[in-house]
């Protein structure tokens, strides 16, 4: 139904993104998102990602694809590793876990609060790409 399209709703709260795909199966739209990664892990991260594109599908489905399809409850990040590609199955959290995200960034970013990364493996850091920008890399 879609591949690398941006969507994006007002309702209930402003929230937009560019979902790698969307399929209609039984009748539901299901969500995908792929990730590369060394290994096949999926993170909290991921899950509130599929859950935001399913929020605002729920809402715009009719806008963006032409029927109001309603959005499957389980999502699917592909996860692309050395050792091939694989589907996982994870549950989708609901539009008010969403919001209530939504609210709880916008509070921290009204107090000037600021993302304190933690270095995951000394290696991993000094061979980043992004270490020059990041407060976690200029200390090693």
């Given at each position: 139904?879609?591949?690398?399209?941006?969507?994006?709703?007002?309702?209930?709260?402003?929230?937009?993104?560019?979902?790698?795909?969307?399929?209609?199966?039984?009748?539901?739209?299901?969500?995908?998102?792929?990730?590369?990664?060394?290994?096949?892990?999926?993170?909290?991260?991921?899950?509130?990602?599929?859950?935001?594109?399913?929020?605002?599908?729920?809402?715009?489905?009719?806008?963006?694809?032409?029927?109001?399809?309603?959005?499957?409850?389980?999502?699917?990040?592909?996860?692309?590793?050395?050792?091939?590609?694989?589907?996982?199955?994870?549950?989708?959290?609901?539009?008010?876990?969403?919001?209530?995200?939504?609210n709880?960034?916008?509070?921290?970013?009204?107090?000037?609060?600021?993302?304190?990364?933690?270095?995951?493996?000394?290696g991993?850091?000094?061979?980043?790409v992004?270490?020059?920008g990041?407060?976690?890399g200029?200390?090693?």
């Amino acid at each position: 139904m879609l591949s690398e399209r941006d969507i994006e709703t007002d309702v209930p709260v402003p929230m937009h993104g560019r979902v790698d795909q969307v399929f209609l199966a039984g009748g539901w739209l299901v969500v995908v998102d792929t990730k590369r990664r060394a290994a096949a892990r999926v993170y909290l991260k991921d899950v509130i990602q599929l859950s935001v594109y399913a929020a605002i599908l729920s809402r715009q489905s009719q806008t963006v694809l032409g029927s109001n399809w309603p959005v499957a409850s389980e999502g699917y990040v592909r996860l692309v590793t050395p050792q091939g590609v694989t589907y996982t199955a994870v549950r989708l959290l609901p539009s008010s876990v969403i919001i209530s995200l939504w609210n709880r960034y916008w509070i921290l970013k009204g107090q000037g609060a600021k993302a304190r990364p933690k270095i995951p493996a000394a290696g991993v850091c000094k061979a980043c790409v992004k270490r020059t920008g990041c407060p976690v890399g200029q200390r090693l």
